[in-house]
């Protein structure tokens, strides 16, 4: 439901935000003047396409502006990084393609001073705990809760707050790293997600108890694991799943994720990439690669009809906005030269691939009350 009382479904791009290169801005300021120039622009290029809102990774200061002044604002999301951030400020992390990594690969939710960070870093909600526009919050983005956690913690320094937890946890069950099984492994990932759900959610929800809280962005072999799903719907309002390497969503899966958690779930990346994209050689990324941009809007209307044909999707964000552009330096490494937006660097828009989008979003309520009574 909107703040009106209406059903709605969030589709968006993720990422509506201007590429930094020297070239991408300075196509910025022909074209649009400034970057509020841009945004008026760019809302309604959404908005004419069928989308209505911005998903991770958005200009959101640029978007609450325009939205003051727009007839149909956009609903946006927060991406806040509670471990990440932490992770920053304790150190230990490190870059890995499209996320933080974190030593052993385990996160640091055992630490005492994370709940005391997470309470304090929560206070910025306090600008948007009133907005009607904002959509929800996201707490963290593809972390490893892996059914390895048991033993990765067990194999820390002896002084971290994680290890000392996990040995107490093993200890209390007769554990040792040569005794560990694969029961134990999902008994322990259950406990590391509680305990970091749990925490970051009382503080979210203590300052902004008006807006939903989207999930961490579950990746890869996450959306297959149960005891973190029934975990995660303890505290989530949504369930949000990266969803890549399949052409279509799983049904036995996308129907499973509701019963385990008993809330519904959104998908909040997955995109292809087109052969044809002039000066992008695709390398980069976790999406596949299709041979044109009308492919790519073939993808979207395939894979969306099956999120609408589950019943229990409230929303997509495409990955991404705007296509990578090589020239950038300093790039993250999962987004040098990829065509995954729906604009190039320069800003113009891949007509190809919008028609069939906006086909597929201006019917995505009939869609949908048309899958709700089969």
């Known amino acids: 439901m909107d703040p009106e009382g209406y059903y709605f479904l969030h589709n968006a791009p993720n990422n509506v935000q201007a590429v930094g290169s020297e070239r991408a801005q300075q196509a910025l300021k022909e074209q649009f003047g400034d970057r509020a120039g841009w945004m008026r622009k760019t809302r309604q290029l959404l908005v004419d396409n069928g989308f209505n809102g911005a998903g991770a990774w958005s200009a959101n200061e640029e978007i609450r502006a325009e939205n003051a002044k727009a007839d149909r604002p956009l609903a946006y999301t927060v991406n806040l990084d509670f471990m990440a951030k932490y992770g920053d400020k304790r150190g230990g992390t490190y870059v890995q393609p499209g996320h933080k990594g974190y030593p052993n690969d385990v996160i640091?939710?055992?630490?005492?001073g994370f709940a005391e960070f997470c309470e304090q870093y929560a206070q910025q909600l306090t600008k948007y705990k009133d907005d009607p526009n904002l959509f929800g919050y996201f707490s963290d983005n593809e972390m490893p809760l892996l059914r390895k956690n048991l033993d990765g913690?067990?194999?820390l320094p002896q002084t971290e707050p994680g290890y000392q937890a996990a040995r107490q946890w093993a200890d209390q069950r007769g554990i040792t790293?040569?005794?560990?099984?694969?029961?134990?492994?999902?008994?322990?990932?259950?406990?590391?997600?509680?305990?970091?759900?749990?925490?970051?959610?009382?503080a979210l929800k203590k300052v902004d108890p008006n807006h939903l809280y989207l999930?961490?962005?579950f990746h890869g072999a996450q959306r297959y694991y149960p005891e973190l799903m029934q975990v995660t719907g303890k505290y989530v309002d949504?369930?949000?799943?990266n969803y890549y390497n399949h052409w279509t969503p799983e049904p036995k899966w996308v129907s499973e994720w509701e019963k385990l958690s008993g809330k519904p779930f959104m998908v909040t990346e997955w995109y292809v990439k087109g052969e044809d994209a002039p000066g992008l050689a695709n390398t980069a990324g976790a999406g596949w690669v299709v041979r044109t941009q009308a492919d790519r809007g073939k993808f979207y209307q395939n894979?969306?009809?099956?999120?609408?044909?589950?019943?229990?999707c409230v929303g997509w964000h495409w990955f991404k906005y705007q296509d990578n552009d090589p020239t950038l330096k300093g790039a993250e490494?999962?987004?040098t030269d990829a065509n995954k937006g729906i604009v190039n660097w320069s800003f113009q828009p891949y007509q190809p691939l919008l028609l069939p989008m906006r086909e597929l979003n201006q019917q995505m309520y009939r869609l949908a009350d048309y899958f709700d009574k089969r």
């Open 108 to 112: 640091f939710a055992f630490d005492p």
């Open 153 to 155: 913690y067990l194999k």
């Open 177 to 202: 790293l040569q005794t560990i099984t694969d029961q134990h492994r999902q008994e322990f990932l259950a406990f590391v997600a509680d305990k970091y759900f749990g925490t970051v959610a009382r």
């Open 215 to 217: 999930g961490c962005r």
């Open 238 to 241: 949504v369930v949000s799943i």
């Open 303 to 312: 894979f969306t009809l099956g999120l609408l044909e589950s019943k229990n």
């Open 333 to 335: 490494p999962s987004n």
